[in-house]
């Protein structure tokens, strides 16, 4: 069975920066995407980047320019590095594995960003 294990959250001030991973803690196979989603208190949960098995990468516009997402297949592990973060960042983020035939997801990991 396969576990997303989630790190690096935490507090920040305002135009701190943090990174983010997510490492599966089993055997996974396929993965075609990776994704990193974010909950913020009264808001629906949105993705905020995601990297396909190709390499290509989307960005929510409100993250574009500012975070970045990568991955190291050898460690099963995708990141996500939040640079100039804003209180706006402030959520629960999520990390998210899909292939063919799963879908998986981390715990969830808070990042407080203080005005």
């Known amino acids: 069975q396969v576990q997303l294990v989630e790190s690096g959250g935490g507090l920040v001030q305002a135009g701190g920066s943090l990174r983010l991973a997510c490492a599966a803690s089993?055997?996974?196979?396929?993965?075609?995407?990776m994704g990193w989603h974010r909950q913020a208190p009264g808001k629906q949960r949105e993705l905020v980047a995601s990297?396909?098995?190709?390499?290509?990468?989307n960005y929510a516009d409100s993250v574009k320019g500012r975070f970045t997402i990568s991955r190291d297949n050898a460690k099963n592990t995708v990141y996500l590095q939040m640079n100039s973060l804003k209180p706006e960042d402030t959520a629960v983020y999520y990390c998210?594995?899909?292939?063919?035939?799963?879908?998986?997801w981390g715990q969830g990991t808070q990042v407080t960003v203080s005005s």
């Open positions: 990297i396909i098995s190709d390499d290509s990468t």
């Open positions: 998210n594995f899909v292939g063919t035939m799963y879908n998986v």
């Open positions: 089993g055997t996974i196979f396929s993965i075609h995407v």
